[in-house]
């Protein structure tokens, strides 16, 4: 039970999962797209996107409802708001997917780039939106926790990418693009937020072993200093 706590974090904060949206945050991502493709397939382009619109709103008055976390649900609004406009201007209901494919490579391409540099976007993320500071770069262990999980991330995105737009490419592709986006939506997600939990953990648990090691030296340090200032004497 010890060793359990000991791998919980201390924090007062929201967890990995609340800050993504929740269990009901990522769910509702999904059902737009269960809404759209079979709309699609029988009553054509406007009725689908009138529908995705449509119940993405009352998922979010019923987000609203349960006192859930806001941005999350107007950033999911405001999202299915975003393909349904895309889908409409191209005129094919495969535009509805075009946002994600794209913002899934540039995603891809920011995380690899931010641990190139040494500021791996998990630490970065997570410290950053529970108003702490970026201490954990001067830990190495912290840094290379974080970017494993920052590099996870990556590969997921880029996974999504290259599936996604080659069956963009595809004639006839709007069903077969639903069903890829769900599933390598949740169940990738679930996988990358394992990651990212060992990495809180891992990068918290030697955060604070090396402030127990700096305590501890302050505290020897008295001492010596005592101990000159009498042979001085």
């Known amino acids: 039970m010890t060793g ?28 737009p797209v269960l809404v759209l493709v079979p709309v699609n397939a029988k009553w054509g382009l406007g009725p689908a ?7 993405s709103i009352a998922v979010f008055l019923w987000r609203l409802a349960r006192h859930e976390t806001l941005m999350p649900a107007v950033s999911g609004l405001m999202g299915v708001g975003l393909c349904a406009v ?43 939106i529970n108003g702490e500071t970026q201490r954990w770069r001067t830990n190495r262990t912290a840094v290379r926790a974080y970017t494993v999980a920052t590099l996870a991330w990556a590969i997921v995105f880029f996974a999504r990418f290259i599936v996604q737009q080659w069956l963009y490419n595809q004639d006839d592709a709007v069903g077969a693009l639903g069903v890829t986006r769900i599933l390598m939506g949740l169940p990738l997600t679930a996988v990358v937020v394992l990651v990212t939990v060992w990495a809180v953990r891992t990068a918290g648990r030697a955060e604070r072993g090396e402030d127990t090691t700096a305590v501890s030296t302050g505290r020897h340090a008295a001492p010596e200093s005592d101990s000159t200032d009498e042979e001085s004497l």
Request: overall charge negative; charged content about 15%; proline content about 3%.
């Open 4 to 31: 359990e706590l000991e791998e919980r974090s201390d924090r007062d904060g929201p967890s990995i999962l609340e800050q993504l949206g929740g269990t009901s945050g990522m769910v509702s991502t999904v059902i």
């Open 49 to 55: 996107l009138i529908a995705a619109v449509a119940v």
């Open 86 to 128: 895309i889908a409409w201007l191209t005129g094919d209901a495969k535009g509805y997917f075009a946002y994600g494919i794209w913002y899934s490579l540039v995603a891809g391409i920011v995380f690899t780039v931010s641990t190139l540099v040494r500021w791996p976007l998990v630490g970065l993320i997570w410290h950053g």
